[in-house]
Each structure stands twice: as structure tokens, then as C-alpha cells.
């Protein structure tokens, strides 16, 4: 059985051959709490940061109210589709495309997938 994310590497694996600048390779970083140790001094837990890679573009034909029914976009802030993360992006993830850093503020699955993700997000 053929499956969303099967589809989705095998397309990004194309358009990058065939348009090699429209498709950028990305990192998306969240805050996690292993250990559960209370610094006092700081007044928080101890985080740290899990990274995960995939690939990303940017979707500036679709408005984002297309997918985020209820959510109103701001004047900075973009529609791109994720593919490939072992883990599907949740707002306030850090997104780093090459020295560029932005925050994601909505996503959502496409087709109930992990690696195959849509998401507005905000240059830093």
C-alpha cells in the first residue's frame, strides 16, 4: 500500500531534481524536559533541544486560509509545506532554514501524517 509520506518524499525527490532551488533542506528544533530537575537559580526545569531534519517549501500560491480555516495570517508571515521530519511540527517549534530562524504558529497534518506537514510560520 502506497502511503502519504511514501508520495510526498518520492514529489519532493523530484521537483528538487528537476528545480534545485525551490526545495531547501531545514531543521526544526523544540525544547524537551528529560529529567524533570528544578533549577532554582534560574526558577525553571533544565530543557533541552531536540533537532530533527527534513525538507521544506514555501507555498506562495495558496493563501493560508485555505488550510487554516480560522486562523488570520499576518502581513509576515508565511504558508510552507514540511516533508520528511520524524516528528510533525507543533507551534512554537523553531524552523531553520540555513541561517534564517522562524517560529511556527499554526500546522496541521496532511492526511493524518507526521512527515508531511502544513504550517504557517514567522521569520524571527
Excluded: C, W
Amino acid at each position: 500500500m502506497t502511503t502519504v509520506t511514501a508520495i510526498a518524499d518520492a514529489a519532493f525527490d523530484a521537483v528538487h531534481a528537476a528545480i534545485t532551488d525551490v526545495i531547501k533542506d531545514a531543521t526544526l528544533s523544540y525544547a524537551t524536559n528529560y529529567d524533570h530537575t528544578y533549577d532554582v537559580d534560574e526558577g525553571n526545569y533544565s530543557q533541552a533541544t531536540t533537532s530533527i531534519t527534513g525538507r521544506v517549501v514555501f507555498d506562495t500560491e495558496k493563501p493560508a486560509k485555505d488550510i487554516f480555516t480560522d486562523y488570520v495570517q499576518g502581513p509576515k508571515e508565511e504558508l510552507v509545506l514540511l516533508e520528511g521530519f520524524s516528528a510533525a511540527a507543533k507551534e512554537g517549534y523553531t524552523l531553520t532554514i540555513g541561517s534564517d530562524n522562524y517560529v511556527v504558529r499554526r500546522a496541521q497534518a496532511v492526511a493524518g501524517s507526521v512527515s508531511l506537514v502544513y504550517a504557517v510560520v514567522a521569520k524571527k
